[in-house]
């Protein structure tokens, strides 16, 4: 009888630079490592491409136990028009930590120590533009399908960002995803929009400046409302999603969520997105802790409010799932 196979397709177009290893999907928990603590010496690209498929051999029911996918919930059966391919599509670009911000559920906390960076400079652990040429010279990526996901730290704080986005654009790059806190203005993301290459992620997570500080640490708020007004001018659809991360006793009610809205609506942002911070989507058991009951009101509140303005509102299946079984039931 033939083993059962099984595959990721996360595993066969996503590769991600992370601040502290290169490795294949973006979840940063388990699956294959190609580089451990890189930190920019010369890649061994045989030993790197053979990685992947050594991880690929072990997606079979014999074999699974020993493999670093094992668990993961994006694993599916095979099929037959499941082929391993030697090119990414997605390319996580995530290797530096350095903000000009402090927001209090920012993930990059225990790596950035909190720190707030006001000057750009080179990320701490390793330069992205010589890797990325290596990358396109091994022919690593799909120059017509790539997806670029710039996350970070911040980009205004990152000296080779717009070497980067230069470097993608001389090889081919289908879109470039953004994750910016937007407080500082960038003239090639302005490009990129012109060019329709790039879908802009913000975090505003409040509509006044008060509750901003309070989440961010740094008193920004007009400064970011005023980059999202000058992307946005003249483009019906602004390629840019902004984000509300719903965070207890800070913007959990329903004044803030108005707010947010009806400086939405005046700026003319077509597409948000509603979440909740890591503390409830990754580090509790909720079935042993209690969660607050509101989310759910906040959460319905949210998507009635972007309906009724005419605004597209996404929000992550993870996040949809909780909400759904805690808050909702
Ligand atoms: S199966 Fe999961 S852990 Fe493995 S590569 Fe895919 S997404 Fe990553
Ligand atoms: S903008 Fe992003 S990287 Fe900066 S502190 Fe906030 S969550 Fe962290």
Same mark, same amino acid.
């Given at each position: 009888?033939? /083993?059962?196979?099984?595959?990721c397709?996360?595993?066969?177009?996503?590769?991600?630079c992370?601040?502290?290893?290169i490795?294949s999907?973006?979840?940063?928990?388990?699956g294959?490592?190609?580089?451990e603590?890189?930190?920019?010496?010369?890649i061994?690209? /045989?030993?790197?491409?053979?990685t992947?498929?050594?991880a690929?051999?072990l997606?079979?029911?014999?074999?699974?136990?020993?493999?670093?996918?094992?668990?993961?919930?994006?694993l599916?059966?095979?099929?037959?028009?499941?082929?391993?391919?030697q090119? #990414?599509?997605m390319l996580?670009?995530?290797?530096?930590?350095?903000?000009?911000?402090?927001?209090?559920?920012?993930?990059r906390?225990?790596?950035?120590?909190?720190?707030?960076?006001?000057?750009?400079g080179?990320s +701490? #652990?390793y330069?992205?533009?010589?890797l990325?040429?290596?990358?396109?010279?091994?022919?690593?990526l799909n120059?017509?399908?790539l997806?670029?996901?710039?996350?970070?730290?911040?980009?205004?704080?990152? @000296?080779? %960002?717009?070497?980067?986005? /230069?470097e %993608?654009?001389k090889?081919?790059v289908?879109?470039?995803h953004?994750?910016t806190?937007?407080?500082?203005? +960038?003239?090639?993301?302005k490009k990129l929009?012109?060019?329709?290459k790039?879908?802009?992620?913000?975090?505003?997570d409040c509509?006044t400046?008060?509750?901003?500080k309070?989440?961010k640490?740094?008193?920004?708020f007009?400064?970011?409302?005023?980059?999202?007004?000058?992307?946005?001018?003249?483009r019906?659809?602004?390629?840019?999603?902004? @984000? #509300?991360i719903?965070?207890e006793h800070?913007?959990?009610n329903?004044e803030?969520?108005?707010?947010?809205?009806d400086?939405?609506?005046?700026?003319?942002?077509?597409?948000?997105e509603f979440?909740?911070?890591?503390k409830w989507?990754?580090?509790?058991n909720l079935?042993?802790k209690?969660?607050?009951p509101? #989310?759910?009101?906040?959460?319905t509140?949210?998507k009635?409010?972007?309906?009724?303005r005419?605004?597209?509102?996404?929000?992550?299946?993870?996040?949809?799932?909780?909400? +759904?079984?805690?808050?909702?039931?």
């Open positions: 009888m033939t /083993k059962k196979q099984y595959f397709n996360e595993l066969n177009n996503v590769l991600s992370f601040h502290d290893r490795m999907c973006c979840t940063g928990q388990i294959p490592v190609y580089e603590a890189y930190r920019g010496k010369r061994d690209w /045989k030993k790197f491409k053979q992947k498929l050594d690929f051999a997606l079979n029911e014999e074999d699974i136990e020993k493999s670093p996918c094992k668990g993961c919930f994006f599916k059966e095979k099929t037959e028009n499941d082929v391993i391919s090119q #990414y599509t996580n670009v995530s290797h530096w930590t350095q903000c000009n911000c402090g927001c209090i559920y920012c993930a906390m225990f790596d950035s120590h909190g720190e707030i960076t006001y000057k750009s080179k +701490q #652990y330069d992205f533009v010589p990325l040429k290596e990358l396109y010279k091994q022919n690593l120059r017509k399908e997806v670029a996901v710039i996350q970070g730290g911040d980009i205004s704080v990152l @000296k080779e %960002f717009e070497k980067m986005i /230069k %993608f654009l090889n081919g289908k879109q470039i953004i994750l806190n937007n407080i500082v203005y +960038q003239p090639i993301i929009m012109d060019l329709n790039v879908l802009l992620f913000t975090s505003l509509g400046p008060e509750t901003y309070k989440l640490r740094v008193d920004k007009n400064d970011s409302v005023k980059n999202l007004r000058e992307y946005s001018k003249g019906e659809n602004p390629p840019i999603i902004v @984000k #509300y719903l965070v800070f913007n959990d329903k803030e969520i108005i707010k947010f809205f400086l939405m609506s005046d700026i003319g942002i077509k597409m948000v979440t909740i911070d890591n989507a990754l580090f509790t079935d042993e209690p969660f607050p509101h #989310y759910g009101e906040m959460y509140l949210f009635e409010e972007a309906k009724k005419g605004i597209k509102c996404s929000v992550y299946s993870k996040v949809e799932d909780i909400i +759904q079984k805690y808050a909702l039931k």
